[in-house]
C-alpha cells in the first residue's frame, strides 16, 4: 500500500429470516457463491455464521465506499440466494453462543485448542481500517499518538448494544468480550520498529505467541502490510458510517505525520487513561463524555468530534475525504447503529411487543439497513 492508502476488513453475520436467529450452520453453496461472486475478497470467519470482507488497497475514500457497497451487496446477493440475511452489527440481538458452530479450519482449531471457551464465546463482528504508512519506524511512531483517539473511533462505530436476550447497558459490549483474550486492548507505547519486532521474537521465542497476528491490539503495525491497522471499532450498520470512520482515521494519520515533519507530536498519554476513555465510550457512546487529558476535565462526546474535525481538516482537504470526515458531526448528533437498536427495541416495548418481538423488531431494522445502499454484483 502507497502512503495513507486505505483498506477496510468487515465482518458480518447471517441470519435466518423467518425466527431472525443466527444460522448455525449455512448452506456450504453460500460461501462458493460468495467466492464467485467476489473472489478473494471474502473469506468465512471463526463462526460459520460469519463472513468477511476485505477490500483491496484503495487510493481514496471514493473508492473505499464503492468497494464497500459492492462487497457488502454481493453478500447480502448471495445470502438471499439460500434463504438467509445479513446484519453489520457487532454482536447479534438475542443470539446465543453456544448453538453456533465454528468453521472447520486448522487455525481455527488452533484458537480453540488455545483459547478453550474464549474461542467460542466469539460470537461478535468488527471493522479494520488500514492505512498505508510507508517508513516502518514512524507507523510505530504514529501508533502511539493516534493511541489516544481510538476511544472518539470507538464511540462513532457503536453497534453491540445488546448481548444473548438483553440490553447490556452498554452501547458497545463487543470489547468486552474482546477484552478477555490475550494480547488484546490499547496498545503498550513501543519506541520503534526494532522494539516491535523484538517483542514479538520474545513471544515467538519464548512460545508464548509464535504468531504475530495473534497481538490482538486495537491499533497495530500490520503484520502482512505496510500499516497502521485500527482494529478498535465495532461494525458500522450504515457503509456511510464505515466510510466516515475510514475518512477521519485516514486523516489522523495524516494529520500526525504533518506534525512530525514539523517536528511537533501529540501528546503520549498513559495506557490506563485511554482505558478510561475506551470505557466511556463502551458504556455511553455518542450520548456521553470523555476526557480531554489536556484540559484535564469532560467534554461532550459531541464537542470532541468538533475539535476532532477541526484537527484534522486540512489533511482531509488534501486527501478529498473532507466531507466524509464532517460527516462524523451527524453521527455525533443523529447516533450510531447502537442508539438506533435501543430506539427500536423501546418503541415495540411501548407500543405493547413482548420482549422477543422487541430484539425481532431490531433485527429486521439490522437487516433493512444492513441491505440499504448496497450495489448488488
Known amino acids: 500500500m502507497s502512503q495513507f492508502s486505505l483498506g477496510i476488513e468487515e465482518e458480518y453475520l447471517l441470519v435466518d429470516p423467518a425466527t431472525r436467529d443466527l ?32 477490500t483491496p488497497p484503495c487510493a481514496d475514500i471514493a473508492e473505499v465506499a464503492d468497494r464497500l457497497k459492492r462487497l457488502r451487496g454481493g453478500v447480502v446477493a448471495a445470502a438471499e440466494a439460500h434463504g438467509m440475511a445479513v446484519i453489520a452489527c457487532s454482536t447479534h ?11 472447520a479450519r486448522e487455525r481455527y482449531d488452533e484458537l480453540a485448542r488455545d483459547l478453550r471457551i474464549l474461542a467460542d464465546r466469539l460470537a461478535i ?41 438483553e440490553p447490556s447497558g452498554l452501547m458497545a459490549y463487543r470489547p468486552t468480550i474482546f477484552r478477555d483474550l490475550p494480547r488484546s486492548g490499547i496498545p503498550e507505547p513501543l519506541e520503534n520498529h526494532r522494539h516491535w519486532q523484538e517483542l514479538l521474537a520474545t513471544l515467538a521465542d519464548t512460545g508464548l505467541c509464535k504468531d504475530g497476528s495473534k497481538v490482538w ?27 466516515t470512520i ?25 495506557r490506563l487513561l485511554i482505558e478510561e476513555n475506551k470505557w466511556r465510550a463502551q458504556r455511553y457512546g455518542v450520548g456521553g463524555a470523555l476526557a480531554d487529558f489536556g484540559c484535564r476535565r469532560l467534554k461532550p462526546f459531541a464537542e470532541l468530534v468538533e475539535e476532532l474535525v477541526e484537527l484534522v481538516e486540512a489533511e482531509a482537504e488534501r486527501l ?8 462524523a458531526r451527524a453521527i455525533a448528533a443523529a447516533g450510531t447503529s447502537a442508539d438506533h437498536q435501543l430506539r427500536v427495541y423501546q418503541e415495540h416495548l411501548d407500543a405493547g411487543s413482548s420482549e422477543p418481538e422487541a ?5 429486521d431494522w439490522l437487516i433493512a439497513t444492513t441491505r440499504a445502499d448496497t450495489i448488488a454484483p
Not at 136 to 160: G, I
Request: include cysteine.
Open 246 to 270: 475510514a475518512a477521519v482515521f485516514q486523516a489522523l494519520i495524516a494529520t500526525l505525520h504533518r506534525l512530525k515533519r514539523n517536528n511537533q507530536s501529540w501528546r503520549c498519554y498513559r
Open 125 to 165: 463482528c468488527g471493522m479494520h481500517v488500514h492505512v498505508g504508512v510507508d517508513d516502518a519506524d514512524e507507523r510505530v511512531d504514529l501508533m502511539n499518538q493516534a493511541t489516544y483517539f481510538l476511544p472518539h473511533l470507538l464511540t462513532l462505530s457503536t453497534s453491540s448494544p445488546f448481548w444473548q436476550g
Open 23 to 54: 444460522v448455525a450452520a449455512p448452506d456450504p453453496g453460500f460461501m462458493e457463491s460468495c467466492r464467485a461472486a467476489l473472489g478473494d475478497c471474502v473469506a468465512h470467519e471463526l463462526l460459520q455464521a460469519q463472513v468477511e470482507i476485505d
Open 217 to 243: 491490539w486495537d491499533l497495530r503495525p500490520s503484520i502482512h502490510f505496510p500499516t497502521l491497522e485500527m482494529r478498535i471499532c465495532d461494525i458500522c450498520t450504515r457503509v456511510d458510517d464505515a466510510v
Open 359 to 363: 430484539l425481532r423488531a431490531v433485527v
Open 93 to 103: 440481538p438475542f443470539a446465543r453462543w453456544r448453538a453456533l458452530r465454528r468453521v
Open 320 to 327: 478529498g475525504c473532507a466531507e466524509e470526515v464532517r460527516r
